[in-house]
């Protein structure tokens, strides 16, 4: 069983940045690839980024690419994404997730999922 809680989301205006946190509580930590993904009113959930707990190795969609940066804390079991540069097509819920090892972008590929905290870019 893993837990995760998300927390860092709020409004911020076009070119902004916020940092969203997932803290993450269970065991075998080290054995899931953790993921950032977010959902926009009527739209599916998508991926944004992930990283490996184990090797830190990193993956992010391109819309995401050179604006966002994920990183960990295997001391605090934390995993961070730090948004610069943002859109309002950025606006979202954001779900931190626990998953595989390998990496993937498929939602159904992560068994362990937060609540979801809210980011709102406004133009």
């Known amino acids: 069983q893993v837990q995760l809680v998300e927390s860092g989301g709020g409004l911020v205006q076009a070119g902004g940045s916020l940092r969203l946190s997932c803290a993450a509580s269970g065991s075998t930590l080290s054995t899931y690839r953790m993921g950032w993904f977010r959902q926009a009113p009527g739209k599916e959930r998508e991926f944004v980024s992930s990283?490996?707990?184990?090797?830190?190795?990193?993956y992010y969609v391109d819309s995401v690419k050179g604006r966002f940066t994920i990183s960990r804390d295997n001391a605090k079991n934390t995993i961070d994404l730090q948004m610069n540069s943002l859109k309002p097509e950025d606006t979202a819920v954001y779900y931190c997730?626990?998953?595989?090892?390998?990496?993937?972008?498929?939602?159904?590929?992560?068994?362990?999922w937060g609540q979801g905290t809210q980011v709102t870019v406004s133009s």
């Open positions: 997730a626990a998953g595989i090892l390998l990496p993937s972008s498929n939602p159904a590929d992560y068994a362990y």
């Open positions: 990283i490996s707990w184990r090797s830190g190795m990193t």
